[in-house]
């Protein structure tokens, strides 16, 4: 911990980050932890699950908007990290994984958002989500991981992930360190093209849903993120259990 760290805040207006490391996870995947270039120990205050958009001017005449989800906990005030993964053909995505170095200035603005938890209103949190869909989720878990129970924090976190093979996970490291902190946080991983040990096997699925839900659908908010079709399915599969539409609630990052 940084003891020179302030009070976090949010700045208006497009704020510069300047990237402190560059951790590829894999070919694929690549991990930006900011801080804010003119105000390296004001921490940055936002929310698990919110995200930041950021201007490109490099690739043309127009600058290019890409938004990007906090994969970091506010709880980890030293710096803020993106984890981004590539889309084939995607111009920002392929940059951030090929050419990202450490010490780049990034313009961002944020943080923006309301795909979060509410304490007022949420029940105990089932998270689903495929691909680069887990980062608001990987956020929630880090940030609520150690105070599952306490006032502010939902008492019991599902995660149900899926991949496609264990070398495109996202996150994947913080994944396995979730997944031993509590008792109540329960972190499920199916691989669609890999069959793994001790892994469930297939795409996100309605009964991969019930079998962890186990007919308690009534206890839980339900939050998704991911390909379209996974998210259609799973909103249908919820309405049919009769989840009232407030405990659904859903990040397209398309
Ligand atoms: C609120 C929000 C939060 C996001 N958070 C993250 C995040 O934490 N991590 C992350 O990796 N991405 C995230 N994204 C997606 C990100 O903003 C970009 O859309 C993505 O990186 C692709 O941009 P690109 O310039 O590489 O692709 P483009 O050059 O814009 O697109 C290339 C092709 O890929 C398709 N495409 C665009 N985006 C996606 C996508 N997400 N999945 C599949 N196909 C796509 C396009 O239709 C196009 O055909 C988020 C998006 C939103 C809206």
Same mark, same amino acid.
């Given at each position: 911990m940084n003891e020179n760290l302030k009070k976090p805040r949010i700045k208006r207006g497009w704020v510069s980050y300047e990237v402190i490391k560059v951790v590829k996870e894999n070919p694929n995947v690549v991990h930006a932890y900011m801080v804010d270039h003119e105000d390296r120990n004001v921490p940055f205050d936002y929310k698990a699950g919110q995200y930041l958009t950021i201007k490109f001017d490099?690739?043309?005449p127009r600058p290019l908007v890409r938004s990007y989800t906090m994969? +970091? +906990?506010? /709880?980890? /005030? @030293?710096s803020i990290c993106l984890s981004v993964k590539r889309v084939e053909g995607g111009v920002v995505s392929t940059w951030f994984c090929d050419d990202l170095k450490e010490g780049m200035i990034l313009k961002a603005r944020g943080p923006i958002g309301k795909f979060c938890f509410d304490p007022s209103t949420d029940k105990d949190l089932f998270l689903i989500a495929a691909g680069s869909g887990v980062t608001p989720f990987v956020s929630m878990a880090r940030e609520y991981a150690n105070k599952l129970g306490s006032q502010g924090s939902p008492k019991k976190m599902h995660l149900l992930l899926g991949f496609?093979?264990? !070398? @495109?996970?996202?996150c994947g490291e913080d994944l396995d360190y979730l +997944? @031993?902190? !509590?008792?109540n946080l329960k972190i499920h991983i199916t691989y669609s093209r890999q069959e793994v040990d001790s892994f469930m096997h297939g795409r996100i699925s309605k009964k991969m849903i019930d079998d962890i839900a186990k007919e308690s659908f009534q206890n839980f908010t339900f939050m998704t993120c991911g390909p379209v079709p996974m998210m259609d399915m799973v909103v249908e599969h919820l309405k049919s259990k009769k989840v009232e539409e407030q405990h659904i609630k859903l990040e397209s990052f398309v």
């Amino acid at each position: 911990m940084n003891e020179n760290l302030k009070k976090p805040r949010i700045k208006r207006g497009w704020v510069s980050y300047e990237v402190i490391k560059v951790v590829k996870e894999n070919p694929n995947v690549v991990h930006a932890y900011m801080v804010d270039h003119e105000d390296r120990n004001v921490p940055f205050d936002y929310k698990a699950g919110q995200y930041l958009t950021i201007k490109f001017d490099q690739f043309g005449p127009r600058p290019l908007v890409r938004s990007y989800t906090m994969s +970091s +906990s506010p /709880q980890q /005030q @030293d710096s803020i990290c993106l984890s981004v993964k590539r889309v084939e053909g995607g111009v920002v995505s392929t940059w951030f994984c090929d050419d990202l170095k450490e010490g780049m200035i990034l313009k961002a603005r944020g943080p923006i958002g309301k795909f979060c938890f509410d304490p007022s209103t949420d029940k105990d949190l089932f998270l689903i989500a495929a691909g680069s869909g887990v980062t608001p989720f990987v956020s929630m878990a880090r940030e609520y991981a150690n105070k599952l129970g306490s006032q502010g924090s939902p008492k019991k976190m599902h995660l149900l992930l899926g991949f496609q093979t264990p !070398h @495109d996970r996202v996150c994947g490291e913080d994944l396995d360190y979730l +997944s @031993d902190i !509590h008792p109540n946080l329960k972190i499920h991983i199916t691989y669609s093209r890999q069959e793994v040990d001790s892994f469930m096997h297939g795409r996100i699925s309605k009964k991969m849903i019930d079998d962890i839900a186990k007919e308690s659908f009534q206890n839980f908010t339900f939050m998704t993120c991911g390909p379209v079709p996974m998210m259609d399915m799973v909103v249908e599969h919820l309405k049919s259990k009769k989840v009232e539409e407030q405990h659904i609630k859903l990040e397209s990052f398309v």
